[in-house]
């Protein structure tokens, strides 16, 4: 079997894929410039992966949140129950540890889920991960989301950032949204994929 590489070499300018990935195709991908938010919209894959590269805010100490909608983007307001953990280790060695972060968790609330958190905005802290959602064109049972990822923290600290949970509506999930907790996203990518 022959090697196949991507000539540009880097993750985060891929556009199109030289090799089959089976039933998991490459939807769609948006460039963060400043933005305020980045918003895609959901069709009928049994599975959505994306993936976060180089998430860079504009704000220090921010957290790389989400959203759903259900009505094609007119209100991200979908209820959510979650959990979230993680652990750090900071850059002098001296505070490393896991942690349970409650006010990361959501109880039936739908507020804006935090996907990495705590991320600084040095020119060299950025966050980068992946988040999946299970079925969100089901009209029959609720949605589950897993996500993980790695950041670097504004207390120069390495996170490793935990989230799972559910959308608790039998309504088909239509959209999704990404902003920061607070400012802009001031750079990054984020790649949209649909698995069958």
Request: net charge negative; glycine share 8%.
């Amino acid at each position: 079997m022959a090697l196949t590489k991507l000539n540009n070499k880097a993750v985060a300018n891929v556009t199109t894929l030289p090799v089959s990935l089976g039933d998991m195709v490459l939807v769609s991908s948006a460039t963060a410039s400043s933005s305020a938010s980045i918003e895609f919209s959901l069709g009928n894959y049994k599975e959505y992966k994306f993936f976060f590269v180089n998430m860079h805010p504009a704000t220090d100490s921010v957290d790389l949140m989400f959203n759903f909608s259900t009505d094609g983007g007119s209100n991200y307001n979908v209820t959510k129950t979650s959990t979230y953990f993680g652990g750090y280790h900071n850059e002098s060695d001296s505070i490393a540890g896991i942690f349970y972060a409650t006010d990361n968790d959501l109880a039936q609330s739908t507020a804006y889920q935090q996907l990495f958190y705590d991320i600084g905005n040095n020119n060299d802290q950025t966050a980068n991960g992946y988040l999946t959602i299970f079925n969100p064109s089901s009209t029959t049972y609720v949605k589950h989301f897993i996500g993980r990822g790695s950041a670097y923290n504004a207390a120069d600290f390495a996170n490793d950032d935990y989230v799972a949970g559910y959308a608790n509506t039998t309504s088909a999930l239509t959209n999704i949204k990404f902003q920061m907790s607070s400012g802009n996203i001031d750079a990054g990518k984020i790649l949209m994929f649909g698995i069958n």
